[in-house]
């Protein structure tokens, strides 16, 4: 199967515009989560979308916004860029199975670093 | 202070030497992952521990989990140049909650000299 995709993998921005990020899960899995990687604060969650729905948010601020389309593609938009917005931003995607810990491994892609300037 | 704290933060060893790298939580932890990142990269899985005293190992690589002590160690025995990149544990905070939504440590950078 092929794995988790994201485009673009490089984007420069000027403070104040807005920017959508894509992510393609692997094939089959329904539910996908982005994360916000930084030197400073690490690996953050931001949000999960399953079947469509976003059913998990992290503690960012409402610029920060995604959806999830019927095929599972999810995107990310980050509204009124601020400089430190600038981060490798990771997508995941698991099958969505219920249950508890260790029924539903999520899996990167190779992330979209976004540089804020 | 950090849920989760990772040491060491770096580590260097030559090629061949075992080490060790521990994860340590400072709440329940109802599922502890490993990841493996090389710099400014995607993550990739390395496994999954959940009970306590569980332990698995993939080649050279094995993990542990201490749940007592809410820590998990992370060991590679005979280091290779391969090993090399950041490794990061993800835990999970809920007894229901599943893997979508992790915790993340602030990740261990490992060279590995030839």
């Known amino acids: 199967k092929a794995g988790v995709t994201q485009t673009p993998r490089y984007l420069i921005k000027t403070r104040g515009q807005q920017v959508t990020l894509s992510c393609s899960p692997i094939?089959?899995?329904?539910?996908v989560s982005w994360y916000q990687q930084t030197p400073g604060q690490g690996l953050q969650f931001l949000f999960e979308y399953f079947s469509e729905t976003q059913r998990n948010k992290g503690n960012f601020p409402g610029r920060f916004s995604g959806r999830q389309f019927s095929n599972s593609r999810s995107e990310m938009n980050v509204s009124t860029l601020e400089l430190g917005d600038s981060a490798l931003y990771l997508c995941?995607?698991?099958?969505?199975?219920?249950?508890?810990?260790?029924?539903?491994?999520?899996?990167f892609g190779p992330g979209t670093r976004l540089t804020v300037l | 202070s950090q849920e989760l704290e990772q040491s060491p933060q770096s580590l260097i060893v030559q090629e061949g030497k075992n080490l060790t790298i521990n994860c340590t939580s400072s709440k329940t932890l109802y599922g502890l992952y490993w990841y493996k990142q090389k710099y400014g990269e995607g993550l990739i899985f390395l496994m999954m521990l959940q009970k306590g005293g569980e332990e698995k190992s993939h080649e050279k690589i094995t993990a542990k989990l201490d749940e007592k002590k809410q820590q998990s160690s992370l060991h590679i025995t005979a280091s290779q140049p391969s090993h090399a990149g950041i490794y990061l544990c993800?835990?999970?905070?809920?007894?229901?909650?599943?893997?979508?939504?992790?915790?993340f440590g602030s990740g261990t950078q490992l060279t590995v000299l030839p």
């Open positions: 995941a995607s698991s099958p969505g199975l219920a249950g508890g810990p260790g029924t539903d491994t999520q899996y």
């Open positions: 993800g835990a999970v905070r809920t007894p229901s909650g599943s893997a979508r939504q992790l915790t």
């Open positions: 094939s089959g899995h329904r539910s």
